[in-house]
């Protein structure tokens, strides 16, 4: 497809663009990638009119984002917006070329992870505002998928999980919120920016980043790679010690919190109809072994330890905990 399908700007006319993914919860939303790799240009509904605003201020408050040079609507009535690239290989591609045999992700990957977060981390905390009523319960319906975790779990809805959530969101009252990514992870952090904001919205102060090498253990071991302990840890040291440089509070021993969270956030739209494969069904019996386990490892220690995840593969081979509540 040309650019002049969508408008015609003088700047962007006869680029090519090559077809890269379908849009989550956009209507015939997608992205597209210029044959240079230098512009990406996103498809669908009204909502990017406000998405390409929002990263516009974004910028503006010094979010690590790319810049918009084009927004419009299409002769066939879609909205667009084009953007500059941010790099051409996310964290999560590096990790997956810089891993060894036995699925150790070289020090690379974790230094830039902490380089982009402490970017993000930093824009976040000049922007960010004391929670106020009603801010909290919104980030955790919307961070969370709430609701549609108990809708598919009914079973998961009760006094423990609720008072579990309570103690969390009370701890959180305590820091303050900010516009956060809500889905940040490697695969779309790269080393200049990050991407893929269409569900930003309110959240505790490091909520995106603090998570972000935790996340891999929820995947199952699918990844192909994984984390040491001490990595970990050194990511965490680092967007402290910028957080204590720069005068604020280390939100690290909020991880626990933000992770319980994550809990929900994977459990989320998982539960199988009848007629789906095997494989859907031992996922979503999966990811409900995690969060049963996070949901424990919480309520005793007040953290969440995802090393101590069961992978996929041991789960199958019965080696996980019940996925009861």
Known sequence: MRQEDYGGDPVLTDREWTFVKARTAADDGAVWRSTDGTLFMRTGGPELVAEAAFLAEALRLGYPVPRIVDVGQGVDGRHYFVERSVGTTSLHELAVAHTTPDGLV?????????????????AQARAAEPSADGTLAGFLAKAGFTDSVYAENPDLDTPRVHALVARALDRLGAVPMCVSHLDYGLPNAFE???????????????????PMLELVPFKGGAKGYRFTAAQRAAYLAA??????????EALSPYLGEFLLVKCFFFLALMRPSAQSRPGKHTKWQ???????????QYESTGTIDTAAFPTLAEFTGGLACPAGP
């Open 239 to 248: 967007l402290d010690h910028a957080r204590l440089a720069a005068g604020g």
């Open 192 to 210: 200049r920016g990050v991407i893929d904001w269409q569900h930003h919205g309110l959240a505790p102060l490091g909520f995106d980043v603090y």
């Open 286 to 296: 999966y990811r409900r072994a995690l969060f049963t386990t996070g949901l424990e």
């Open 106 to 122: 070289g020090p690379q990957v974790p230094a830039l992870a902490a380089g982009i977060s402490r970017r993000l981390l930093a």
